[in-house]
């Protein structure tokens, strides 16, 4: 292992030259890639520096026993040798982990839409009971959200539902929730007391920064009209709301949240370059998932991931077939036990992976 530390504390040293070289610092997009290596590099520097430390208190200590001239300084080396080796498994299963390559994409911020889909009303109204579970969720992280554009449900909820969400890790975190969520409940415009079963289907964006995606203004056609949100009559009666389309694909992202049209415009771009970004990583994560057989993040839209099951009080994860007994914590915002199991079970089978080179 402290072979495999000493390849990575070689670039470390190369990434700490290079980021304060003058042409790297005027490179913007080459910058903020370095400066993003170094802070994962240093953290597993701190690490190394913890595992050289312990493995020479275990040779320290081994030396002092196999002389065994003076009692007492043995007995201490002894204790020193137990408490050195107890230590040592938690911290390499940690260095393994942290050796494993990290998906570039989970550092990034994200753009999350919520559609209801099949059961009508409830399914609207279930849009919008997972879109209060993710801003609670986010606000038990620190992060922040805010809406993009939204259409609402006639009895409630929403038809759709986009908003940004920024922070550490976002993408890496909230990727996982991606797919199609079931929830099963005796709705409440049902007057027979029967169950139903409803759906919403989620989709999680790394947002995309302009240098990641470069989109010709020639190719989009921008729409401006009046919103048609609550935000009192200056909102309605003004050309707020921007629609943009991008011919090439039809890809089309509108926002009619703030009343500034410019802003409108800024998100709606975001949007736009976020989803452009995100067809094409969903292309590689199938290829992936293909060649790893991987359940967890396969970037399959149509994959039904999760079901809420309200008479019985239950959570199921059906990627991994984890199923809890906790439904109102979950729905009121306490999905980090959900996300911990699944980002345990992608390492798990990354580490399978890289085993090779550990």
């Known amino acids: ?61 081994e030396e002092i026993i196999a002389d065994g001239s003076d009692p007492e300084m043995t007995e201490m080396a002894k204790l020193q040798l137990e408490e050195a080796k107890s230590q040592l498994p938690e911290l390499e299963e940690k260095i393994r982990l942290m050796l494993i390559p990290k998906d570039p994409e989970d550092a990034k911020n994200v753009v999350m839409e919520i ?11 279930f849009a919008g009971d997972l879109y209060r579970m993710y801003t609670k969720y986010v606000e038990s992280r620190g992060w922040k959200h805010n809406i993009v554009d939204f259409s609402e449900g006639t009895s409630g909820g929403f038809k759709e539902m986009i908003f940004e969400v920024t922070g550490e890790e976002v993408y890496g975190t909230m990727k996982f929730e991606a797919g199609v969520h079931r929830v099963q409940r005796v709705p409440q415009t049902e007057t027979q007391g029967r169950v139903h079963t409803s759906a919403a289907t989620v989709m999680v964006l790394p947002e995309a920064e302009e240098f990641d995606v470069e989109i010709d203004p020639k190719d989009v056609r921008i729409d401006y009209f009046c919103s048609s949100g609550p935000g009192g009559q200056s909102v309605n009666t003004t050309y707020s709301a921007v629609r943009l389309t991008h011919e090439p694909t039809g890809l089309v992202a509108q926002c009619q949240d703030q009343k500034s049209q410019h802003k409108n415009k800024e998100k709606a771009f975001r949007v736009l370059r976020s989803r452009l970004y995100e067809m094409e990583l969903a292309k590689k994560q199938e290829a992936d998932a293909a060649k790893r057989n991987s359940m967890v993040s396969s970037g399959d839209r149509s994959a039904k991931i999760r079901t809420y099951n309200y008479p019985q009080g239950r959570v199921t994860d059906h990627r991994i077939n984890l199923t809890l007994y906790d439904l109102s914590n979950i729905v009121n915002g306490d999905i980090q036990k959900i996300i911990d199991e699944l980002q345990l079970a992608e390492n798990t089978e990354k580490l399978k992976e890289n085993s090779d080179m550990l």
Request: hydrophobic content about 35%; aromatic content about 6%; charged content about 40%.
């Open 1 to 61: 292992m402290l072979e495999r530390l000493n390849i990575v504390k070689q670039r470390f040293d190369e990434v700490n030259d290079l980021i304060i070289q003058p042409d790297v610092i005027s490179d913007q997009k080459r910058y903020i890639e370095l400066n993003k290596e170094y802070k994962d590099l240093k953290a597993l520097m701190d690490e190394r520096e913890t595992y050289v430390s312990l493995t020479e208190n275990i040779k320290e200590a």
């Open 115 to 125: 559609r209801a889909g099949t059961g009508g009303d409830e399914a609207s109204i």
